[in-house]
C-alpha cells in the first residue's frame, strides 16, 4: 500500500512538471515504465529472443516471395491492357530519356501507380500525366545502391530532383490510338536548384505529323517559352547577386537603438575598430561590382538584341540589390556609429554610394527604354524575312525614340551596338529560314532555295532602306539627335552574308542551265556528262556551313567552281563544233541543233551554227530543184 501511495505520489509530480521544449522531447529517451521494464526483462531470455527473430525471417521470406509472385503476376495482367496508346508514351519516354523500349516498358508496368494511365486517356480525365527519372535508392542484397528510377508520379509526393517527363491532353474527349499523338509533351528539369521547363521539338503537335496548330496556340507556346527565360535570368540574377560582409558585428548593431547607444559604441574603441574593419570590406565589394561593371563587354559576334535587354536586366539586379543593402538598417546603424566617430573612410563610402546609385539609375533607365523594344524581338527571331520586313518602320520608329530620349542609352557607341545585334538577330533568322526542314541547302527544290533567298536579300535591302528614311526625317528636324552612326559597321554583315548569297544563287542557276546535259544521247558526250556530275558533287558535298560568310572556304571554292562550270562550257562549245564540222545531212544536223538547244542556259554559239545548216538546207534544195528540172 505504501509503495502504491509512492508511485502516485511520483506521478503527481510528474505531472506537475512543466513540458519540456520540443527538440528535448525529440532527443532525451522516455522514462522507463512498468511496462518497460518487463518487456526489458523479456529481452534479457536469449531462448524467446532467437526463437522469434528467426520466426520474423522466414515469414519476412515467404512474404517478399508472395510480393514478388504477385507483383510479377499484376505486370502481366497490365501487359495485357497495352495498346497503341501505351506504346506512344514509351516509345516518347525512350526516345527521350535513351533507354531501351523494352526497359521503359516493362519499369512502368511495375509501377503502384500505373492506373493512372488509364486516367489519363478517359474522357474528363486527368489533365496530365508525369514520369519522374532521377536517382533512387534501391535495394541490393543488404545495402542500397544508388541508381536512376523511372516511375509515375503525382507531382506531390515526390520532389524532383533529376527529369520529369510530362504529357498534357488538350481535350476533354477520351484519348485514342488515333489522336494520342496530337497530345504535347516535354520535359522539366531540375538543376542547380531550380527547375527549368525545356519545350521540345514533340511540344509542338505540328512538328510529329504534320498537324496544323492554330496561331493562338503558336503565341501561346511563344509566351510560355519567354516566361522561362525570364525565370532562368532572375534565377542567374539572384545567384550572382553580391552579399555584404557581415563580420560578426550582428550583436552590437542589436543592442543600438536610440542616439545614446550610437555614441556608446563609437566610444568603444573595440567596436569601432570592428566597425571601419566592417567598412573596409564593403568597400572593397562594392570596388570590385564596379570595376567588374567597367570591364569591356565579351560577347559572341553573332549575338542578337535580346542579350542588350538581358545585359542592363542583370545590371539593374545587380545594382538595386547593393543599394537596398546600403540603405538597410543593419548598414544605416554601422554607417551611423562611424559618423558620430569622424571615420575617414566614410568619405569613400559616400563617393561609392553615389556611383552605385547612378549605375543603378542608369540600368533601370536602360531596362526601361530597351523593353520598348521588346515586343520587335519576337518577330525578329520567329517571322519570316518576308513578314519580318513588316515590323522595320516601327522597330525604326521605337530606335529613334530611344535615341532621342533616353537619358543615358542615346550614346552612338550603345545605339551602334544596339542595331549591330538587331543585324545580328535578321541574319541568324535568314540562315534558320533558309535551313528550315533540311540540313543541306542544296536538299531544297531550286524554285524553294531561290525564293528563301532571294527574300533574305529584300530583307536587306528593306532594311537599308527604312534606316535612310528614318535617317532623311530626322534631317527635316534639326532640332533632333541625328543618326550619326557606322553605316558599314552596322550593315557589313549583312551585306557580306547577302553577297554570299547572290553567289549561292549563281551556283544554283548555274547548275541549272546544265541540268539538261546528262539527258542528251549524242556519240562521245558521255565524258562531259561525267565531268558535270563531278563539279555538281563536289558543290554539294562541302562539309562547312555554306551560309557562315565568316568562313572563307568558300570563296575559294565558288572561284573553283566558275573555273571548272568555263571549262565545262569551253568542252561542250568543242564537242559541238566538231561534229558540225563533219559533213552531216540537213536533218541530222537540225536533230543536234535541237538536242544543244536543251542546254541552251549554256549560252552555247549556235548562231552559226544555224546559218551553216540553212546554207547546206538550201544547196539541198537547189539539188533537188535540178533534179526536178532534169527529170
Same mark, same amino acid.
Given at each position: 500500500?505504501?509503495?502504491?501511495?509512492?508511485?502516485?505520489?511520483?506521478?503527481?509530480?510528474?505531472?506537475?512538471?512543466?513540458?519540456?521544449?520540443?527538440?528535448?522531447?525529440?532527443?532525451?529517451?522516455?522514462?522507463?515504465?512498468?511496462?518497460?521494464?518487463?518487456?526489458?526483462?523479456?529481452?534479457?531470455?536469449?531462448?524467446?529472443?532467437?526463437?522469434?527473430?528467426?520466426?520474423?525471417?522466414?515469414?519476412?521470406?515467404?512474404?517478399?516471395?508472395?510480393?514478388?509472385?504477385?507483383?510479377?503476376?499484376?505486370?502481366?495482367?497490365?501487359?495485357?491492357?497495352?495498346?497503341?496508346? *501505351?506504346?506512344?508514351?514509351?516509345?516518347?519516354?525512350?526516345?527521350?530519356?535513351?533507354?531501351?523500349?523494352?526497359?521503359?516498358?516493362?519499369?512502368?508496368?511495375?509501377?503502384?501507380?500505373?492506373?493512372?494511365?488509364?486516367?489519363?486517356?478517359?474522357?474528363?480525365?486527368?489533365?496530365?500525366?508525369?514520369?519522374?527519372?532521377?536517382?533512387?535508392?534501391?535495394?541490393?542484397?543488404?545495402?542500397?545502391?544508388?541508381?536512376?528510377?523511372?516511375?509515375?508520379?503525382?507531382?506531390?509526393?515526390?520532389?524532383? *530532383?533529376?527529369?520529369?517527363?510530362?504529357?498534357?491532353?488538350?481535350?476533354?474527349?477520351?484519348?485514342?490510338?488515333?489522336?494520342?499523338?496530337?497530345?504535347?509533351?516535354?520535359?522539366?528539369?531540375?538543376?542547380?536548384?531550380?527547375?527549368?521547363?525545356?519545350?521540345?521539338?514533340?511540344?509542338?503537335?505540328?512538328?510529329?505529323?504534320?498537324?496544323?496548330?492554330?496561331?493562338?496556340?503558336?503565341?501561346?507556346?511563344?509566351?510560355?517559352?519567354?516566361?522561362?527565360?525570364?525565370?532562368?535570368?532572375?534565377?542567374?540574377?539572384?545567384?550572382?547577386?553580391?552579399?555584404?560582409?557581415?563580420?560578426?558585428?550582428?550583436?552590437?548593431?542589436?543592442?543600438?537603438?536610440?542616439?545614446?547607444?550610437?555614441?556608446?559604441?563609437?566610444?568603444?574603441?573595440?567596436?569601432?575598430?570592428?566597425?571601419? %574593419?566592417?567598412?573596409?570590406?564593403?568597400?572593397?565589394?562594392?570596388?570590385?561590382?564596379?570595376?567588374?561593371?567597367?570591364?569591356?563587354?565579351?560577347?559572341?559576334?553573332?549575338?542578337?538584341?535580346?542579350?542588350?535587354?538581358?545585359?542592363?536586366?542583370?545590371?539593374?539586379?545587380?545594382?538595386?540589390?547593393?543599394?537596398?543593402?546600403?540603405?538597410?538598417?543593419?548598414?544605416?546603424?554601422?554607417?551611423?556609429?562611424?559618423?558620430?566617430?569622424?571615420?575617414?573612410?566614410?568619405?569613400?563610402?559616400?563617393?561609392?554610394?553615389?556611383?552605385?546609385?547612378?549605375?543603378?539609375?542608369?540600368?533601370?533607365?536602360?531596362?526601361?527604354?530597351?523593353?520598348?523594344?521588346?515586343?520587335?524581338?519576337?518577330?525578329?527571331?520567329?517571322?519570316?524575312?518576308?513578314?519580318?520586313?513588316? *515590323?522595320?518602320?516601327?522597330?525604326?520608329?521605337?530606335?529613334?525614340?530611344?535615341?532621342?530620349?533616353?537619358?543615358?542609352?542615346?550614346?552612338?557607341?550603345?545605339?551602334?551596338?544596339?542595331?549591330?545585334?538587331?543585324?545580328?538577330?535578321?541574319?541568324?533568322?535568314?540562315?534558320?529560314?533558309?535551313?528550315?526542314?533540311?540540313?543541306?541547302?542544296? %536538299?531544297?527544290?531550286?524554285?524553294?532555295?531561290?525564293?528563301?533567298?532571294?527574300?533574305?536579300?529584300?530583307?536587306?535591302?528593306?532594311?537599308? *532602306?527604312?534606316?535612310?528614311?528614318?535617317?532623311?526625317?530626322?534631317?527635316?528636324?534639326?532640332?533632333?539627335?541625328?543618326?550619326?552612326?557606322?553605316?558599314?559597321?552596322?550593315?557589313?554583315?549583312?551585306?557580306?552574308?547577302?553577297?554570299?548569297?547572290?553567289?549561292?544563287?549563281?551556283?544554283?542557276?548555274?547548275?541549272?542551265?546544265?541540268?539538261?546535259?546528262?539527258?542528251?544521247?549524242?556519240?562521245?558526250?558521255?565524258?562531259?556528262?561525267?565531268?558535270?556530275?563531278?563539279?555538281?558533287?563536289?558543290?554539294?558535298?562541302?562539309?562547312?556551313?555554306?551560309?557562315?560568310?565568316?568562313?572563307?572556304?568558300?570563296?575559294?571554292?565558288?572561284?573553283?567552281?566558275?573555273?571548272?562550270?568555263?571549262?565545262?562550257?569551253?568542252?561542250?562549245?568543242?564537242?559541238?563544233?566538231?561534229?558540225?564540222?563533219?559533213?552531216?545531212?540537213?536533218?541530222?544536223?537540225?536533230?543536234?541543233?535541237?538536242?544543244?538547244?536543251?542546254?541552251?542556259?549554256?549560252?552555247?554559239?549556235?548562231?552559226?551554227?544555224?546559218?551553216?545548216?540553212?546554207?547546206?538546207?538550201?544547196?539541198?534544195?537547189?539539188?533537188?530543184?535540178?533534179?526536178?528540172?532534169?527529170?
Amino acid at each position: 500500500m505504501a509503495d502504491t501511495e509512492h508511485e502516485e505520489g511520483l506521478e503527481e509530480k510528474e505531472a506537475n512538471k512543466p513540458e519540456s521544449p520540443k527538440p528535448d522531447q525529440e532527443v532525451a529517451p522516455p522514462l522507463i515504465s512498468k511496462d518497460d521494464k518487463e518487456a526489458k526483462k523479456q529481452a534479457q531470455k536469449p531462448q524467446v529472443k532467437t526463437t522469434t527473430k528467426a520466426k520474423n525471417v522466414i515469414l519476412s521470406g515467404e512474404t517478399m516471395k508472395e510480393m514478388q509472385k504477385q507483383a510479377k503476376a499484376n505486370k502481366e495482367e497490365r501487359r495485357l491492357q497495352l495498346d497503341g496508346r *501505351h506504346k506512344y508514351l514509351f516509345e516518347q519516354m525512350a526516345n527521350a530519356l535513351s533507354l531501351d523500349l523494352a526497359t521503359v516498358e516493362d519499369t512502368i508496368l511495375g509501377d503502384e501507380k500505373f492506373d493512372a494511365m488509364e486516367s489519363f486517356f478517359v474522357a474528363n480525365g486527368s489533365r496530365r500525366l508525369m514520369f519522374f527519372y532521377q536517382e533512387a535508392a534501391r535495394s541490393v542484397g543488404n545495402n542500397q545502391t544508388p541508381g536512376k528510377k523511372l516511375f509515375i508520379s503525382n507531382g506531390d509526393t515526390e520532389s524532383l *530532383h533529376g527529369m520529369c517527363l510530362f504529357f498534357l491532353r488538350t481535350t476533354v474527349k477520351g484519348i485514342t490510338i488515333q489522336n494520342v499523338a496530337q497530345e504535347q509533351w516535354g520535359t522539366l528539369t531540375k538543376e542547380r536548384g531550380g527547375g527549368k521547363a525545356a519545350t521540345e521539338e514533340e511540344t509542338t503537335p505540328s512538328d510529329k505529323s504534320g498537324i496544323a496548330i492554330s496561331e493562338q496556340v503558336v503565341d501561346f507556346l511563344e509566351q510560355v517559352e519567354k516566361f522561362v527565360n525570364s525565370l532562368m535570368s532572375a534565377r542567374s540574377n539572384m545567384e550572382g547577386r553580391v552579399e555584404l560582409a557581415e563580420n560578426g558585428v550582428g550583436p552590437i548593431i542589436d543592442t543600438i537603438k536610440t542616439p545614446a547607444d550610437y555614441q556608446d559604441a563609437a566610444s568603444n574603441t573595440e567596436s569601432l575598430e570592428k566597425m571601419e %574593419e566592417l567598412l573596409l570590406m564593403w568597400l572593397k565589394q562594392i570596388e570590385q561590382v564596379l570595376a567588374e561593371s567597367e570591364q569591356m563587354r565579351r560577347e559572341a559576334d553573332d549575338i542578337g538584341p535580346t542579350a542588350e535587354l538581358a545585359y542592363w536586366k542583370s545590371r539593374m539586379a545587380k545594382f538595386n540589390n547593393l543599394l537596398e543593402q546600403m540603405k538597410s538598417p543593419r548598414v544605416k546603424a554601422v554607417v551611423g556609429i562611424l559618423q558620430v566617430a569622424r571615420s575617414k573612410a566614410l568619405k569613400k563610402w559616400k563617393d561609392l554610394d553615389g556611383r552605385i546609385t547612378d549605375a543603378a539609375n542608369e540600368a533601370k533607365d536602360n531596362v526601361k527604354y530597351l523593353y520598348t523594344l521588346d515586343k520587335f524581338f519576337g518577330p525578329l527571331v520567329k517571322c519570316t524575312p518576308a513578314t519580318m520586313i513588316e *515590323h522595320i518602320p516601327s522597330l525604326m520608329n521605337a530606335v529613334r525614340m530611344i535615341y532621342s530620349i533616353s537619358q543615358y542609352y542615346n550614346t552612338s557607341e550603345r545605339m551602334t551596338s544596339l542595331f549591330v545585334k538587331v543585324t545580328n538577330q535578321m541574319i541568324t533568322t535568314c540562315k534558320a529560314y533558309i535551313y528550315q526542314g533540311v540540313s543541306k541547302i542544296w %536538299e531544297l527544290p531550286r524554285p524553294v532555295l531561290l525564293e528563301r533567298l532571294a527574300e533574305c536579300m529584300k530583307l536587306n535591302e528593306a532594311y537599308q *532602306h527604312h534606316f535612310q528614311k528614318t535617317k532623311e526625317r530626322l534631317r527635316e528636324n534639326p532640332n533632333e539627335r541625328q543618326f550619326e552612326f557606322s553605316e558599314n559597321y552596322i550593315f557589313g554583315k549583312f551585306d557580306t552574308f547577302c553577297k554570299r548569297l547572290e553567289k549561292i544563287t549563281d551556283m544554283v542557276n548555274t547548275i541549272e542551265m546544265f541540268a539538261g546535259l546528262p539527258d542528251i544521247k549524242i556519240e562521245g558526250i558521255d565524258t562531259i556528262g561525267v565531268r558535270y556530275k563531278t563539279i555538281v558533287d563536289g558543290a554539294k558535298k562541302k562539309n562547312y556551313d555554306i551560309l557562315d560568310h565568316r568562313k572563307g572556304e568558300f570563296d575559294q571554292d565558288y572561284v573553283d567552281f566558275r573555273n571548272q562550270v568555263e571549262n565545262l562550257h569551253n568542252a561542250i562549245q568543242t564537242f559541238m563544233d566538231s561534229w558540225f564540222q563533219r559533213s552531216l545531212p540537213t536533218e541530222k544536223a537540225l536533230e543536234l541543233l535541237a538536242k544543244f538547244e536543251a542546254i541552251g542556259g549554256a549560252q552555247l554559239d549556235l548562231t552559226e551554227k544555224y546559218i551553216r545548216v540553212m546554207l547546206g538546207y538550201g544547196r539541198d534544195l537547189e539539188q533537188i530543184r535540178k533534179v526536178y528540172q532534169e527529170a
